[in-house]
T-cell receptor, first 110, second 113 residues
Framework: RKEVEQDPGPFNVPEGATVAFNCTYSNSASQSFFWYRQDCRKEPKLLMSVYSSGNEDGRFTAQLNRASQYISLLIRDSKLSDSATYLCVVPPGGGFKTIFGAGTRLFVKA | NAGVMQNPRHLVRRRGQEARLRCSPMKGHSHVYWYRQLPEEGLKFMVYLQKENIIDESGMPKERFSAEFPKEGPSILRIQQVVRGDSAAYFC???????????FGSGTRLTVV
């Protein structure tokens, strides 16, 4: 099993749609998780942190399922500006190497 | 707070030359990470450093690549005798330590000609 695995993309959705991405991780010792957003040729930027069961910020909801070792990101009412690559990030739990998922590409079209 | 500063933004080197990439972490951050991103690919971990110490360099190629984070000054990623395959975007991130998140610099885009 890969250390961090994300849904393969790209996701092509119309404006206003709801879209969800999943990310599975193998290190059961990891305690905190993050979703980052990366626009083309730019640096990743923190979107949401997930420390316990979940987190909600406006149209974005992140959920954590420790038993099944996955986190999810739900985007409601998609906007054109949501088009980006979404990276799942799993900091080390006992180790040092933070693992970034390969990313899921989202394209929101008018 | 200036954030994570990387320079140069763009660097062009001929094959066989040396490339030096610099990263100044955010104020108060003592953890620095370097990542490489090839076109159309994800971020690949290279090395994790704290002041004067390399904590994890498991992602660094065994030859030609080295990194340091001295007591004073920025972290440096050094690539000796560059080859075309080294062309990529190199991102630096810093953090204050778990469970905090990571702040990225704008990256250095290295082109080897």
């Amino acid at each position: 099993r890969k250390e961090v695995e994300q849904d393969p993309g790209p996701f092509n959705v119309p404006e206003g749609a709801t879209v969800a991405f999943n990310c599975t991780y193998s290190n059961s010792a990891s305690q905190s998780f993050f979703w980052y957003r990366q626009d083309c040729r730019k640096e990743p930027k923190l979107l949401m942190s997930v420390y316990s069961s979940g987190n909600e910020d406006g149209r974005f909801t992140a959920q954590l399922n420790r038993a099944s070792q996955y986190i999810s990101l739900l985007i409601r009412d998609s906007k054109l500006s949501d088009s980006a690559t979404y990276l799942c990030v799993v900091p080390p739990g006992g180790g040092f190497k933070t693992i970034f998922g390969a990313g899921t590409r989202l394209f929101v079209k008018a | 707070n200036a954030g994570v500063m990387q320079n140069p933004r763009h660097l062009v080197r001929r094959r066989g030359q040396e490339a030096r990439l610099r990263c100044s972490p955010m104020k108060g951050h003592s953890h620095v990470y370097w990542y490489r991103q090839l076109p159309e690919e994800g971020l690949k971990f290279m090395v994790y450093l704290q002041k004067e110490n390399i904590i994890d360099e498991s992602g660094m190629p065994k030859e030609r690549f080295s990194a340091e984070f001295p007591k004073e000054g920025p972290s440096i990623l050094r690539i000796q005798q560059v080859v075309r395959g080294d062309s990529a975007a190199y991102f630096c991130a810093s953090s204050a330590g778990a469970p905090e998140g990571y702040t990225f610099g704008s990256g250095t885009r290295l082109t080897v000609v």
